[in-house]
C-alpha cells in the first residue's frame, strides 16, 4: 500500500506475516507478532529519525482472545485497510 498513511484510532490489518526483528523487549527475536489478516488498531504514529521520510506506526493487534496485544511499530507497506477474504477470518 504506497503512499498510505494512517491516524490514530484507524482500523488496519497486517498486510504480511509480522515478526519481532529484535526491538519489542521480552518478546523472542522472530516470535510472530501478527498474523497476516490481523486487525488492529493504529495507536500513534511517527517517522524514523534517522530517515524522516519513512512513517512508522504503533499498532495494537488483536489476540485470538479479542484483547489488544503489545504495541508494534510498523512500516506503511505492512498495513493495510483493505478488507479481505484474509481479514474477515481474523476480525
Do not use: W
Not at 519481532?20 to 486487525?39: E, F, H, Y
Not at 506506526?57 to 484474509?86: M, N
Request: net charge negative; charged share 20%.
Amino acid at each position: 500500500m504506497a503512499d498510505a498513511s494512517f491516524q490514530p484510532g484507524e482500523v488496519v490489518f497486517a498486510a504480511e506475516d509480522l515478526y519481532n526483528d529484535g526491538s519489542i523487549p521480552d518478546v523472542a527475536d522472530g516470535a510472530l507478532m501478527a498474523a497476516a489478516g490481523t486487525r488492529g488498531v493504529v495507536v500513534k504514529s511517527g517517522h524514523i529519525e534517522a530517515a524522516p521520510e519513512v512513517d512508522v506506526y504503533v499498532v495494537r493487534f488483536e489476540g485470538d482472545d479479542a484483547v489488544l496485544g503489545s504495541p508494534v511499530g510498523c512500516l506503511a507497506h505492512e498495513l493495510t485497510q483493505q478488507v479481505s477474504a484474509l481479514n474477515a477470518a481474523h476480525a
